[in-house]
């Protein structure tokens, strides 16, 4: 079965760090590059930050450059999103894609995570 799992999120205070982490099963996907997007209440899905298939090519949306940053165990099958300073801003559903190349474009991204909840209050 192809699928990807996030998981690693939490409620916490403004300030906190979290690390996300995104289990991908299937040989497609455990090669695939990712990306991290997130949608908060009432606004559309945003994208956070890519991975290449090797890890070389990283990239990140504005709001996050210098607080996240994305890496990944290709032994694991598994991509992470380091999560600093963070800022009730950032309180959103965080999903997990992947695709067959690192972009900020969502509509590249072929397959989904079910998402988690990240909540950070002031």
């Known amino acids: 079965q192809v699928q990807l799992v996030e998981s690693g999120g939490g409620s916490l205070q403004a300030g906190g760090s979290l690390r996300l982490s995104c289990a991908a099963s299937?040989?497609?996907?455990?090669?695939?590059?990712r990306g991290w997007f997130r949608q908060a209440p009432g606004k559309e899905r945003e994208f956070v930050a890519t991975?290449?298939?090797?890890?070389?090519?990283?990239s990140y949306a504005n709001s996050v450059t210098g607080r996240f940053t994305i890496s990944r165990d290709n032994a694991k099958n598994t991509v992470y999103l380091q999560m600093n300073s963070l800022k009730p801003e950032d309180t959103a559903v965080y999903y997990c894609a992947a695709s067959r190349f690192a972009t900020e474009r969502e509509n590249e991204y072929g397959y989904w995570g079910q998402g988690t909840q990240v909540t950070v209050s002031s």
């Open positions: 991975i290449s298939r090797s890890g070389g090519i990283q």
């Open positions: 299937g040989q497609t996907l455990s090669t695939s590059a």
